[in-house]
């Protein structure tokens, strides 16, 4: 999952490319807050994982059984 979240922000970062619809570029800033939101998601997804890693890995050290 960690793979995952990681692929996601090279992602992000190698897609930077202007768009253009109808014959219009968009804006700069557009993209540029697309971006930065795409970074953001994966940036939670990453932190999402950790946290459910960490808490496996706490029901593990206490003995519970574990949830798929």
């Known amino acids: 999952m960690i793979l995952m979240a ?3 922000m090279a992602v992000s ?3 930077e490319a202007k ?3 109808s014959g219009v570029a ?3 800033a557009t993209l540029l ?3 930065v ?3 953001h998601r994966a940036q939670a997804l ?3 994982a950790a946290a459910s890693h960490a808490a496996q890995a706490a029901r593990q050290a ?3 059984p574990q949830h798929s």
Do not use: K, P, T, Y
Request: hydrophobic share 40%.
């Open 62 to 64: 206490e003995g519970a």
């Open 37 to 39: 939101e795409r970074e």
């Open 19 to 21: 768009v253009q619809g």
């Open 6 to 8: 990681a692929s996601l």
């Open 33 to 35: 807050h697309a971006r």
């Open 13 to 15: 970062a190698l897609s």
């Open 46 to 48: 990453v932190h999402r």
């Open 26 to 28: 968009i804006a700069d």
